[in-house]
């Protein structure tokens, strides 16, 4: 070796620098890796879904009787007060007859006419010939009396009369039928749309009867259903009015979550459009949920949470009915939790384990973990505050395994 560096020492130096450079290539290197010490902290398990506000008291006008309701003069927004007037109903107006059913409603009536006049001759006839009857009976009566005549002649003459009487009533009766359906036809004809004169429309028109629909509440109005003028039906929806002061939270959430929120749980509200997150408390969870279909296409079973605010009043009378919020229903809370990343958490012999660093080494330790949310987990057992834990292991890191912090 002496006399290669003495004979060829460039050639020597370079071979003594390659091996050292294989040497140094293949020399195990520590794994880069990314730690974070476990620490006391707050942590806070949540539920979190979208939501959105609702008037807590919505109430629907809708139409008392049928009719033509008047051109609505309210906008969305208009406040109203109790007991006044919102619209009025008019009676619905005859309908119009085109002139065949014009022409067929005048013959009726000229039938109905004839009709009468036939019924009135036909009562006279029959009143005749009842009035016959009676003078007959009464001219036989006293040969009756004196036995003159047979029995049988004047019991016949008294059932004449009898049947008489009842011709008679009967046609009296059909009289006053053809009377009544004359004045059917009448009236059909007459309050027909097309068929009324000027005088009958200002005389009627004036002294319709008009009923007002009133407001229950004071308020604003949510929603019109109708904006012009046009014939209603008994129960069809015109307005909705509520107080929008007075807001509750309905908010969409899983059936599995919905079995771990209780009546009373805190929940707060982001991503309002406010400055700062507003707070509330679960009031009801609705005891019948309803299936609907994910972005994904999954069937899920839904349940409505409704939740009221408990801030004061004066940080959200800017939300209205129907706006969205982000709910964030509390779980569990606790102010001073030892806690590491989820993300440093693997599966290890049925239970949870994590690496530590120690002295440049990675250490598996088994722990036994509480409470967790989407980032961190809180550490019931196996690791101690201030130590640090590996984030986001790669496969190369083993127990025993060099590591250094990136």
């Known amino acids: 070796m002496r006399p290669l560096l003495r004979e060829h020492p460039v050639v020597a130096l370079i071979a003594i620098l390659v091996t050292g450079l294989i040497i140094w290539g293949f020399w195990p290197k520590p794994i880069l890796v990314d730690v974070l010490p476990a620490r006391y902290a707050p942590l806070t398990i949540t539920i979190e879904e979208e939501g959105r506000t609702r008037v807590i008291d919505r109430y629907v006008i809708a139409a008392p009787v049928n009719g033509v309701t008047c051109r609505q003069q309210l906008n969305v ?8 007037v919102l619209l009025g109903i008019t009676p619905l107006e005859s309908q119009g007859l085109d002139p065949r059913s014009r022409a067929q409603a005048e013959a009726r009536l000229a039938s109905a006419e004839s009709a009468l006049r036939a019924a009135q001759e036909q009562a006279r006839a029959s009143a005749a010939t009842a009035q016959l009857a009676i003078l007959e009976r009464n001219r036989l009566q006293p040969l009756a009396d004196k036995g003159l005549i047979s029995r049988e002649i004047i019991d016949k003459a008294y059932t004449a009369v009898q049947t008489t009487s009842a011709a008679k009533r009967s046609a009296d009766f059909t009289v006053e039928v053809a009377e009544y359906d004359r004045e059917a036809a009448r009236t059909m004809l007459q309050y027909s749309a097309s068929g009324q004169d000027e005088s009958l429309n200002t005389a009627e028109n004036t002294n319709q009867e008009r009923v007002l629909v009133r407001s229950p509440i004071n308020g604003k109005i949510l929603k019109i259903a109708r904006q012009c ?12 009015i509520g107080d929008p002061t007075a807001l509750e939270i309905e908010v969409d959430v899983l ?14 509200f982001d991503r309002w459009g ?3 997150p507003l707070t509330g408390v679960v009031r009801i969870i609705e005891p019948t949920g309803s299936t609907k279909i994910s972005a994904l296409g999954v069937e ?16 959200w009378q800017r939300l209205g009915d129907g706006y969205r919020v982000e709910a964030s229903f509390i779980i569990w809370q606790q102010q001073e939790v030892l806690q590491i990343p989820t993300s440093s958490l693997f599966r290890y012999h049925n239970g949870w384990a994590a690496f530590v660093m120690q002295d440049g080494y990675a250490r598996r330790r088994e722990i036994i973990i509480g409470q967790r949310n989407g980032l961190m987990a809180q550490v019931l057992k196996g690791i101690e505050a201030g130590e640090k834990v590996i984030n986001h292991p790669s496969d190369e890191v083993d127990d ?4 250094t912090p990136r």
């Open 229 to 240: 003028e046009g014939p209603v039906v008994t129960g069809e929806p015109l307005l909705e």
């Open 400 to 403: 025993g395994v060099r590591v």
């Open 255 to 268: 059936s599995a979550d919905a079995v771990r929120i209780a009546p009373g749980m805190k929940v707060t």
């Open 300 to 315: 899920e079973q839904r349940v409505l949470i409704i939740s009221d605010f408990t801030s004061p009043n004066a940080l």
């Open 274 to 276: 406010g400055e700062q």
């Open 77 to 84: 927004g208009d406040s109203v007060t109790q007991g006044q």
